[in-house]
């Protein structure tokens, strides 16, 4: 096992062990996309029969990879409030005056936010069963996959953010001012081909559309649609650049 | 073990720059237990965070441990153990876990960050308290655990900053005795910030006096003292203390006069010889000794003299952007 690995293990155990000590996080993490699930979903099931141009695939088949999608994103947004406290704490400056790699001490943490977050995907995805999803469990790993990256790239971007504003109080707005446009141009509660032509143009500009394109591709099963390559692409792409700038952030003085 | 060359480090504030360290040149050799001492803002936390990588100067350079401080900080933080002054603990973290962490940050396998942690935990009066969240800890216990995590790993040369702060006179002694130990017993260097004369004088080889981040004196606590070449009386007075003062002051063998809560401090060659005279100079101006004690200088003494200020004020520090 090559050191980084070994070092960044060490930090994810820490935290995780941290984080099931106060495991009430996790499910509050849910209960968002739950409601979404049960007051929002059932809405889409006549709208999605009746509208023209709406995406192949029952209602649940579009509905809720979207929700996963948005788990992914708000799931993880909010990780640097958590790194604020330990910077405040000195238990940052602990770690940057080992020798462990910058890369190891960051990774860590966004190995702990990707697991809690598959957790409440597979509970959300079991849950949505229930409401009558007709799963197709290729396309549901496949899906998984894609959170996962959204994860790494979206926890990423929040530590990024935390240690540079270094202060909650920039954090929220910030957040807040990112999260809504995201939300609403990536197609995640309807599908953007809905949209008039413009509105469409300009969520394409989104990568996120793409991704969850690409997870309504797979859960539906069709493996071979480009929409889904478009997706990994652009999900693994967010998470390599994510991590690449978090790691530079991470390395730096004043982190 | 240390050495610096110009090291400066210059912050940007809203305000304007702040010069918090402004070119410190000095040696610390292995096996050196050395005090960084000096008032509220002199640069002392800046400077030992230079040292431990945690911020890059804005001049100069430094070896630490053997490596260059900016081209090799990795090989620095693998040396060095490292205590911050605002403490570096996680409030829900218990306290063996936190130990056993940090030590297998620099590599050491787990059952012996465990073995290494309970040694510690034992020697700093905190055994038994292995699993408790350390939002549990006394402030005392809590700052016996920073200094605990910035020695698990067993490093040669270590920083402490204000490591006795909080800590009871019997913590504040156990800690003197595990801080010698260190060197004693291991080879360690340590480099510590402190406030306490007495913990300066006790404790440390060597004094380095840091004021509005630049070096004023160095040596050890008795030769500093020798520096001020002179003893000091104190004299309790019934009258206007500002009056003796000036009055002393003409005195042709009293160096300096310092107006204290109920009388003067008269700094002279000889304090057991002058110190009659004194008051018979005061006798004959009609000003009544209340008491009279003589005392070899002390490191506050060394302080005053170097900076015009005494330690114990603590006052907040003058913005030194625009000071000399
Ligand atoms: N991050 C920062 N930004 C701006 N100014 C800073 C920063 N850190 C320290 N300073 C300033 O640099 C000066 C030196 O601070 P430093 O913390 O090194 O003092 P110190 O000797 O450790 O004091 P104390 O005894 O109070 O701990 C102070 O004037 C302080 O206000
Ligand atoms: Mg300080």
New interface residues.
């Given amino acids: 096992m090559t ?1 980084p690995i070994r ?1 960044a293990l ?2 994810f ?2 935290q995780l ?2 984080i099931l ?2 495991p009430v996080w996790v499910v509050i993490g849910l209960i968002q996309p739950l409601i979404y699930l049960a007051l929002f979903g059932p809405l889409l099931e006549p709208i999605a029969k009746a509208t023209p141009g709406f995406p192949p695939g029952d209602a649940w088949q579009v509905f809720v990879p979207g929700l996963l999608i948005q788990l992914g994103i708000f799931g993880s947004m909010f990780v640097g409030f958590g790194l604020l406290g ?1 910077m405040r ?3 940052v ?8 790699s910058r890369f190891a001490l960051l990774f860590g943490r966004v190995m702990r936010d990707t697991l809690v977050l598959l957790v409440q995907a597979v509970v959300l995805t079991l849950v949505a069963l229930a409401f009558g999803l007709e799963l197709v469990p290729g396309g549901a790993l496949i899906t998984l996959g894609i959170v996962a990256l959204l994860g790494v790239a979206l926890s990423s971007l929040s530590y990024t953010a935390a240690l540079r504003l270094k202060s909650e109080d920039a954090l929220a707005p910030l957040l807040n001012m990112v999260s809504v446009p995201v939300l609403l141009l990536s197609g995640i509660l309807l599908p953007m081909t809905l949209a008039p032509h413009w509105l469409y143009s300009l969520s394409r500009a989104n990568p996120f559309s793409h991704v969850v394109e690409g997870a309504r591709a797979a859960f539906r099963g069709d493996f071979g649609a480009t929409s889904l390559a478009a997706g990994l692409v652009a999900a693994a792409f967010l998470a390599a650049v994510s991590l690449w700038l978090a790691t530079r952030t991470f390395a730096r ?1 004043s982190a | 073990m240390i050495t610096t060359r110009g090291l400066a480090r210059t912050f940007k504030t809203r305000a304007g720059l702040v010069e918090a360290v402004r070119g410190v040149d000095f040696e610390v050799a292995a096996g050196e237990i050395v005090g960084f001492l000096g008032p509220n803002g002199a640069g002392k936390t800046t400077t030992q965070r230079m040292l431990a990588t945690l911020l890059a100067p804005t001049a100069g350079e430094a070896t630490v441990a053997g490596a260059d401080l900016r081209r090799e900080p990795r090989r620095v933080r693998e040396r060095i153990g490292y205590v911050a002054q605002g403490g570096m603990t996680n409030p829900t973290a218990l306290v063996a876990e936190e130990l056993v962490m940090q030590a297998r940050l620099f590599g050491i396998p787990r059952p012996d960050a465990e073995a290494r942690a309970r040694r510690l935990l034992a020697e700093l009066d905190l055994a038994g308290l292995d699993a408790r969240p350390v939002k549990t800890l006394s402030g005392g216990q809590r700052r016996r655990l920073d200094i605990a995590l910035g020695l698990v790993h067993g490093p040669p040369l270590v920083f402490l900053d204000e490591p006795s702060t909080g800590l009871d006179p019997h913590s504040r002694a156990n800690l003197w005795g595990h801080i010698r130990g260190l060197r004693d017993r291991d080879g360690a260097t340590v480099f510590l910030t402190t406030h306490y004369l007495d913990e300066a004088d006790a404790l440390c080889d060597r004094i380095l006096v840091i004021d509005h981040g630049r070096v004023v004196a160095e040596g050890s606590p008795e030769a500093l003292k020798r520096r001020v070449s002179g003893d000091v009386v104190t004299l309790a007075l019934d009258g206007d203390p500002a009056a003796a003062a000036a009055l002393l002051a003409a005195q042709p063998n009293v160096r300096a006069v310092q107006p204290v809560d109920g009388g003067v401090r008269v700094t002279v060659e000889r304090g057991d010889a002058e110190a009659i005279a004194l008051m018979r100079v005061l006798d004959g101006a009609g000003v009544r000794v209340a008491s009279l004690s003589v005392a070899r200088p002390s490191l506050d003494d060394v302080f005053l003299t170097m900076t015009g200020r005494s330690l114990r004020d603590d006052a907040p520090a003058a913005a030194p952007g625009g000071a000399p």
């Fill in positions: 050191r070092e060490v930090v155990g820490y062990r941290l000590r106060e330990e704490a000195g238990v400056e602990r770690m940057r005056v080992s020798p462990a003085e």
